[in-house]
């Protein structure tokens, strides 16, 4: 089974902070994401990454980076955290073919106060 | 541009059975299906392509009708297991491939 860890479960962080979320897979996966999820807007991608140092912004890229050196390893990293970037974030992998499902992580409950 | 989910919410008695849509505004490749408890992570259905195709997975089947660009999830009998908020993720055809999902539908079975 392909398994996706997500670094902390929850997170509480102070405005201004930077903060990084990491994610980890362990299936020798391409593409890797990062998701955020809020009541009522469903799953929205932020970036996604389809190789070593290869990144792409989602639909709501603003105020976030990512970082992937290496495979196995998609970081999620909020330069400037501010309180509407309180959420929850979900990570996920799949194997980079066409129609390959997506794998997702437990997610990590962002709180910036 | 995200696929319109409905019903946003069903709620059912064990043994019924439930219809949840997804529609796109653009052709699609492909849809998938996943199905998130609460507290937990999203897991996936079934992926379902441009064709028409019908799959299944347990009493849960799914259609794609490629042409009206949208996609149905059929729960048949439903069980309390199946609770839960369901998501359509949708591929568009000559995109990127990577799918953009619905704003979920929310189903609650009781006994």
């Known amino acids: 089974d392909v398994k996706v860890t997500q670094s902390s479960r929850y997170l509480v962080k102070r405005t201004g902070e930077k903060v990084f979320l990491e994610c980890v897979q362990d299936m020798d996966h391409e593409n890797m994401f990062w998701y955020r999820q809020d009541p009522g807007l469903g799953l929205r991608l932020i970036y996604f990454s389809y190789d070593v140092k290869m990144k792409e912004k989602g639909d709501i890229p603003e105020g976030y980076s990512v970082s992937r050196e290496k495979k196995e390893r998609f970081s999620l990293i909020l330069e400037s955290a501010s309180t509407n970037q309180t959420s929850m974030y979900l990570c996920?992998?799949?194997?980079?073919?066409?129609?390959?499902?997506?794998?997702f992580g437990n997610g990590t409950r962002l709180t910036v106060t | 541009q995200q696929p319109v989910q409905s019903p946003q919410a069903v709620i059912l008695r064990e043994g019924e059975d439930a219809v949840i849509n997804c529609s796109s505004s653009?052709?699609?490749?492909?849809v998938h299906w996943y199905r998130q408890k609460h507290g937990e992570a999203p897991v996936f259905l079934m992926i379902?392509?441009?064709?028409?195709e019908q799959k299944g997975h347990e009493k849960i089947s799914a259609s794609f009708n490629e042409k009206k660009q949208q996609s149905s999830l059929y729960l048949t009998a439903s069980q309390l297991s199946y609770s839960g908020t369901y998501f359509c993720?949708?591929?568009?055809?000559?995109?990127?491939?990577?799918?953009?999902f619905g704003r979920g539908t929310s189903l609650i079975v009781h006994p």
């Open positions: 653009k052709a699609l490749y492909s």
């Open positions: 993720g949708t591929e568009v055809a000559g995109g990127s491939y990577i799918p953009t």
């Open positions: 996920a992998s799949s194997s980079g073919q066409a129609n390959s499902p997506l794998h």
């Open positions: 379902l392509l441009k064709g028409g």
